[in-house]
C-alpha cells in the first residue's frame, strides 16, 4: 500500500475533503488497489495529528461511496475498483483544474505553443496503469 | 445525546468597573468533543475560563462544570479537571522528576506513566531544573502536570501561546492522544487557527465580551462564503445584502463575504447584473478574519471614484 496524505491547513478545502481527495486520486491512479487495506481511524488520525472524528468523516464518506469497506475487528479495506467517470462527467471534473493551470500559465507568460510544448512532454511521460479500462 | 454538557454557562457576565468583559455567555460544551474557545485579544476568552474555574466571581449569571456550580466547585470535582493558564507556574527550584512527585501528592487518580510521556514527547530531562527550561520546554511541563490525573475535562487557556512550531506539533500530538478515550472532553482558547482545525470538532466564538457563535467547526466554515462578481465596467455601489460582512472592490471585480449564503443573496447579488458571478470557499482562517474583521465595504485602490459614484 502507498497511502501518502499531505494535509494542509488553512486551505479552502476541508481537511476531510483533503482525505477523500487524496484517497481517490490513490484509486484513480492505481497506487491503492482492491483489498489493500488502510490505516485505522486512530492510527491515521495520530499519523496526520487530527482529530480522530475528521478522519471518521472522511472514511465515512468514502465508504458511502462505496470506495471503502470497514471490517470489524480486521481493518478498512479498499473495496472499489478504478472506476472511469461518463466523459461528460470527467470533463466536468477538469474543467476547474483546467481553468487553474491556465490562469497559471498566463500569469506566467506562457504562450500558447509553449504551455501546448509542456503539456505534450507530461503527457508522453505518462504510462496509463495496468487494470485501466 | 441529552446528557447535560461538561460545561455549561446561563447569563455568564464580568463587569470591570462600568466595563462588561463578558457578556450574558450561553455555552454548551458537549463530552467527548474538542472545543476551541475563539476569539481576538481581549475578547473575554481568559476571563471567562477564571469564572468557570471558580477563580473570579461572575458578576451575574453562572454555569457548571462536570453537573457542579462554578461558584462551589468541590475538591473532588476539581480533581477530575485539568486546568493550563496562559503562566506556567511553576517552581523553579525544583527539578522536573521531583515537580512531578510532589504534585502526584495532590491527585489520588495520578499516572505517573502519562507525566514521563509527555515529558518525554516535549524532550525534556527528568534531572533538568525548571528554572532552566525554554518556554516550550516549560509549556511541556505544564501540560504534562495537567494530563497525569488523567483528568476528564481539561482546559486549557492559550497552550500555544509562546511556542515554537515543535513544541506546538508536540501540543496537538498530546491533545489527540488524550482523545482516545472518548468521554474526555477539552475546551481550549487559541489564536492558531491551523491548530484548531486540526484538533477541534467545535468551535465558539467571543467578539467584545459576546458569544457569537457555537457550532462544529464545519458548520462555521460552511456559513461563511465568499462571492466573487465581474463587471465590465467599475462595479456598481452594493445595495444592503443579507449576511454581508465584507465587500472589497477592484477595477472590475467586487469580492463580497457573506454569512449564510441564501438564495435571497444570491438574488440580491444578481441584481447588480455582473457578468459573472462566482463562489468560493474560505478557508477557516479566512471565514475566522472576515467573521471578526472589520465589516463593511473596503477598498484600497478605488476610494476615489468611490467617492464619484
Known amino acids: ?133 | 445525546m441529552s446528557e447535560t454538557p461538561v460545561i455549561q454557562t446561563r447569563g455568564l457576565t464580568r463587569y470591570y468597573g462600568r466595563k462588561a468583559v463578558v457578556q450574558d455567555l450561553n455555552l454548551e460544551v458537549p463530552r467527548g468533543s474538542v472545543f476551541a474557545f475563539l476569539g481576538r485579544n481581549g475578547s473575554g476568552k481568559t476571563t471567562t475560563i477564571r469564572m468557570l474555574m471558580g477563580l473570579l466571581a461572575p458578576t451575574r449569571g453562572g454555569g457548571s462544570l462536570l453537573g457542579c456550580d462554578i461558584r462551589a466547585l468541590t475538591p473532588a470535582v476539581r480533581a477530575r479537571i485539568g486546568y493550563l493558564t496562559e503562566e506556567h507556574q511553576l517552581y523553579g527550584w525544583m527539578k522536573v522528576k521531583e515537580i512531578g512527585e510532589f504534585q502526584s501528592a495532590f491527585y489520588p487518580r495520578w499516572r505517573a506513566k502519562i507525566f514521563n510521556g509527555v515529558i518525554g514527547h516535549f524532550g525534556l530531562r527528568p534531572e533538568a531544573r525548571v528554572k532552566e527550561l525554554s518556554r516550550g520546554q516549560r509549556a511541556g511541563l505544564a501540560l504534562a502536570l495537567t494530563l497525569a490525573p488523567d483528568p476528564e475535562l481539561l482546559i486549557l487557556d492559550d497552550p500555544a501561546l509562546g511556542l515554537d512550531p515543535v513544541a506546538r506539533r508536540s501540543l496537538v500530538e498530546s491533545m489527540i492522544y488524550l482523545t482516545r478515550r472518548s468521554d474526555r472532553t477539552i475546551f481550549f482558547s487559541s489564536h492558531d487557527l491551523g491548530d484548531v482545525e486540526r484538533v477541534a470538532d467545535q468551535i465558539a466564538v467571543l467578539d467584545y465580551s459576546v458569544l457569537r457563535v457555537s457550532c462544529s467547526l464545519e458548520t462555521f466554515r460552511g456559513s461563511v462564503q465568499e462571492v466573487l462578481l465581474r463587471f465590465a465596467g467599475v462595479p456598481p455601489t452594493l445595495p444592503p445584502v443579507p449576511g454581508l460582512l465584507q465587500a472589497f472592490r477592484t477595477k472590475h471585480e467586487l469580492r463580497v463575504t457573506c454569512v449564510h449564503y441564501t438564495p435571497e443573496t444570491e438574488q440580491a447579488l444578481r441584481k447588480l447584473e455582473p457578468l459573472s458571478l462566482e463562489l468560493s470557499p474560505l478557508g477557516l482562517e479566512d471565514a475566522f478574519i472576515s467573521y471578526l474583521g472589520e465589516r463593511g465595504e473596503k477598498s484600497f485602490i478605488l476610494a476615489d471614484t468611490e467617492v464619484a459614484s
Open chain 1, 1 to 133: 500500500m502507498n497511502l501518502n496524505i499531505i494535509i494542509s491547513t488553512g486551505s479552502s478545502t476541508p481537511i476531510y475533503k483533503q482525505i477523500t481527495e487524496q484517497v481517490k486520486l490513490a484509486i484513480a491512479t492505481g497506487r491503492l488497489t482492491v483489498s489493500d487495506q488502510l490505516p485505522s481511524v486512530r492510527a491515521l488520525a495520530e499519523s496526520l495529528v487530527l482529530n480522530p472524528n475528521t478522519v471518521a468523516r472522511a472514511y465515512g464518506e468514502l465508504a458511502r461511496e462505496g470506495l471503502i469497506e470497514s471490517r470489524p475487528g480486521r481493518g478498512v479495506f479498499i473495496i472499489q475498483k478504478r472506476r472511469v467517470f461518463a466523459r461528460a462527467e470527467g470533463r466536468r471534473r477538469l474543467e476547474p483544474l483546467l481553468d487553474a493551470l491556465l490562469g497559471e500559465a498566463m500569469a506566467m507568460d506562457f504562450t500558447p505553443e509553449e504551455l501546448r510544448s509542456v503539456w505534450e512532454e507530461k503527457i508522453s511521460q505518462w504510462k496509463p496503469k495496468k487494470g485501466a479500462e
